[in-house]
């Protein structure tokens, strides 16, 4: 049995949840998301919680019960409060900047880097240029963004140079002896 999918995701102040057959739309003030629910899987709204069911007790069915609830639970967290994900550059020279739709990364090569940002997604430099934050209503874009902005230059292990997430410890090497 999965102790993930037995509990029932609640719902809060400001979001509606609606189900329309294997169709989850979770609605609130930061924005509309939909989930196309795995067909072992059923889900309906109860008392301002949504309680999900397996339709068999296969293993197929109890894993894409407790990852439907985990997805649904995720979708409703994004709909109040958002997700956030914190980089950091390092490296003499290296900064970022936002103009309008395109983040601006100097990151030590020859020329500067457009990344374009994607819909439903901020970016915000923080202090000395060199702080990142990307936020957004969906986890999953959010840390798929992240993602991509760090393998623009991954932090390197001599002088941990490059750009890491902000609760990443890059392992230093010992340089060349003498």
């Known amino acids: 049995m ?17 189900v329309k057959g294997q169709d989850v739309i979770v609605a609130g003030k930061l924005g509309r998301r939909t989930l196309t629910l795995h067909r072992e899987v059923t889900a309906a709204v ?19 019960w407790g990852t439907s609830r985990a997805l649904v639970a995720n979708m ?9 994900r914190d980089l950091e550059i390092n490296g003499v020279g290296f900064r970022a ?9 100097k ?3 020859s020329h500067e880097i457009v990344f374009p940002i994607p819909e439903g997604i901020t970016i915000k430099v923080g202090d000395k240029n060199i702080a990142l934050t990307v936020s957004g209503a969906d986890r999953q874009q959010v840390g798929q963004v992240a993602a991509e902005i760090r393998q623009l230059r991954k932090p390197e292990p ?12 890059i392992r230093r090497k010992e340089g060349k002896k003498k």
Do not use: H, M, W
Request: net charge positive; glycine share 14%.
């Open 2 to 18: 999965s102790r993930i999918g037995k509990n029932p995701v609640t719902v809060p102040q400001g979001v509606t949840v609606e």
């Open 46 to 64: 109860k008392d301002g919680k949504v309680v999900f069911t397996p339709r068999s007790q296969s293993k197929l069915a109890r894993s894409a």
């Open 76 to 84: 409703v967290k994004g709909a109040t409060a958002g997700f956030s």
């Open 97 to 105: 900047d936002v103009q309008g739709k395109n983040l601006l990364l």
């Open 107 to 109: 990151i030590g090569f």
């Open 158 to 169: 001599y002088k941990g140079k490059g750009i890491k997430y902000a609760d990443e410890t």
